[in-house]
């Protein structure tokens, strides 16, 4: 059985930071691309950040600079750091894991971050 739990979410302040993990299970981690979505209120779910089996990273412009993906292939874990939070990074944050052949893509049950004063 295939799991992607996230812990790490929360309320932090315009300018903070938060560290997001991921634990994976059920699956060959290493080889899958893994990453983080998030879908805000209203609004349709976008990619934030991959990485892949080879550690090639890609980010979304909005926050470029800002987050960091990293990935654990020992502990079968993927990491978002996320500084210089703002109110528009609000959202439920969502890991995910990808393996083109066979296709599969697994979701985690997502994690809230908040950024409010």
């Known amino acids: 059985q295939v799991q992607l739990v996230e812990s790490g979410g929360g309320l932090v302040q315009p300018g903070g930071s938060l560290r997001l993990s991921c634990a994976a299970s059920?699956?060959?981690?290493?080889?899958?691309?893994v990453g983080w979505y998030r879908q805000a209120p209203g609004k349709q779910r976008e990619l934030v950040a991959h990485i892949t089996s080879g550690d090639i990273t890609n980010y979304a412009e909005s926050v470029k600079g800002r987050f960091t993906i990293s990935r654990d292939n020992a502990k079968n874990m993927v990491y978002l750091q996320m500084s210089s939070l703002k109110p528009e990074d609000t959202a439920v944050y969502y890991c995910?894991?990808?393996?083109?052949?066979?296709?599969?893509?697994?979701w985690g049950q997502g994690t809230q971050v908040t950024v409010s004063s």
């Open positions: 059920g699956i060959i981690f290493r080889l899958y691309v």
């Open positions: 995910t894991a990808t393996l083109a052949t066979p296709t599969s893509t697994y």
